[in-house]
């Protein structure tokens, strides 16, 4: 018997339908079963709607059901009914959620060949899962007997040969539209939020440098009444100087550490007031690519909020997606069941022989890696790269995928992140900006979700890094590549 295709995925994009993403005859298709009025009945659709994490009924029905074949899907006087063939034998019987195995199983006569059904009951969206007759997950027990049974023998609805599946798809366009704004109006509004706070963070930074003054002055006086120093038995010390700045003038005692002499001191705080100094402009250049970012943002939410089309939906995504908005997580446009583009094979021998990613040495002679496309940046990261290289890659923007290939438990030198992040930003659309900002992370903490486009990963317990980009640095690693 010809199936409908095979289980690869199940979601729950709202309360009231569940998603089977199916492989089979060539193409990915999604098989929608609505519960309850108004989205109520089954149909096939080319992607899978975005939704609501995994509750505990779809994690179940992912434990069981995944890599399952669908057979046929009937609509029954009690609702409708899914007949299935496990992957594999099925386990023992398991107590049904929400209490004791209901009454009026089905009869024995019924179990057939038939390995499971999938049962939805029309009045209470009630869901009952049969695995060689026998109830392993119901959620509402108390139903009558009549609606834990499964159809009898008469001919299954599946796909005719050469033509349309001919079921259904009542499941109403507005439901998937609801579900999928909901979803990724939460993800944009995380994003909004992510990016207000790290607005407040630039700001911070930025007010840090108002104590960059008294910092001078503490050093002036340092070196003025540095010969007055005082120390304690411990070692460390003190310099008590007259501040005429103040009005009216203060005493100022300045600390000393153990062993430090004043003019060491002093130095330090020049130091330090530089850097503040310098931060002030590097935090006004962040806070204009943070602010130009909340603004794109504000404005995918204010598209998603005014879409009338899953169309329109799926645009804002790979808009997001290609924003590098990590919240944007189960929201892009599926293709279930495909093979992702890193791990289709070569289909030349050219292709076999290229090599994905292109080789640069650092100042101090240590190997980066930069992907070359974003097929090979899937390559590169999720095939050559090892768990504990870092991974690069500049934010909001398409561009490379950058590694630095670290022994394991090995520092990373300062000198070779901002050497691996010039390269970042060179192969990336900001190379001609100033100001970059780098993400990077632990190999092990970069993974590509199922229905990502190539080049698109997700990335947990990133570090940011706010480049000032050295053309002279650049060019003297860009001439450093190694030919293969």
């Known amino acids: 018997m010809r199936t ?8 729950r994009p709202s309360a009231a339908l569940f998603a089977f993403s199916l492989r089979g005859h060539g193409d990915a298709e999604v098989l929608l079963l609505g519960t309850r009025a108004p989205a109520w009945g089954a149909g096939l659709v080319p992607t899978r709607p975005r939704g609501a994490p995994a509750d505990a009924l779809t994690q179940g029905l992912r434990r069981r059901l995944e890599g399952a074949e669908v057979l046929s899907v009937e609509e029954t006087p009690s609702g409708l009914a899914v007949q ?69 023998r008469r001919p299954a609805l599946a796909r005719r040969a050469g033509g349309p599946w001919p079921l259904l798809l009542r499941a109403e366009a507005s439901e998937l539209l609801t579900s999928a704004r909901r979803s990724l109006g939460t993800a944009l509004a995380r994003t909004l939020k992510r990016l207000t706070r790290k607005l407040h963070a630039i700001e911070a930074d930025a007010a840090r440098a108002d104590h960059a003054p008294q910092l001078r002055l503490d050093a002036d006086l340092l070196l003025a009444h540095g010969h007055q120093a005082q120390r304690a038995a411990d070692g460390t010390g003190w310099v ?35 850097r503040l100094e310098r931060g002030v402009k590097v935090a006004e250049e962040r806070w204009l690519l943070a602010e130009a970012q909340l603004g794109q943002v504000r404005e995918l939410a204010a598209g998603c909020a005014a879409a009338t089309t899953l169309a329109e939906l799926d645009a804002i995504a790979k ?61 590169l990261t999720l095939h050559h790269a090892k768990p504990y290289h870092v991974w690069l890659h500049v934010e909001g923007r398409a561009g490379s995928h950058v590694i630095i290939p670290l022994i394991r438990g090995a520092e990373l030198p300062s ?69 293969v």
């Open 240 to 274: 008590m100087a007259q501040d005429w700045s103040a009005d009216p003038p203060v005493e100022r005692r300045i600390p000393l550490e153990r062993g430090e002499r004043p003019a060491d001191r002093a130095a330090r705080l020049y130091h330090q007031a530089r």
């Open 4 to 11: 409908l295709g095979r289980i690869t995925r199940i979601d």
């Open 84 to 152: 299935l063939r496990l992957a594999e034998d099925p386990a023992p019987t398991a107590q049904p959620t929400g209490g004791p195995s209901p009454a009026g199983a089905p009869d024995a006569d019924i179990s057939s060949p038939v390995s499971a059904w999938l049962l939805v009951n029309r009045e209470r969206g009630a869901v009952t899962l049969l695995v060689e007759g026998q109830p392993v997950l119901v959620t509402h027990p108390g139903l009558p007997a009549g609606s834990l049974r499964p159809p009898g």
């Open 415 to 483: 000198d070779l992140l901002i050497d691996a992040a010039h390269l970042a930003a060179h192969f990336s659309d900001a190379r001609d900006e100033s100001l970059v900002e780098v993400i990077y992370a632990e190999r092990r903490h970069v993974v590509k979700p199922r229905g990502y486009p190539a080049g698109a990963v997700r990335v947990d317990r990133r570090k940011t890094l706010a480049l000032r980009q050295e053309p002279a640095r650049r060019d003297a690693l860009l001439a450093g590549e190694r030919r």
């Open 319 to 379: 808009t997001a997606l290609g924003l590098g908005i990590r919240e944007v997580d189960d929201t892009a446009p599926s293709a279930v069941g495909r093979a992702s583009p890193a791990k289709r094979r070569p289909t030349n021998k050219a292709d076999q022989e290229r090599n994905p990613f292109r080789r640069f040495v650092s100042s101090s002679g240590h190997p980066i890696w930069v992907g070359r496309s974003a097929r090979e940046n899937d390559a």
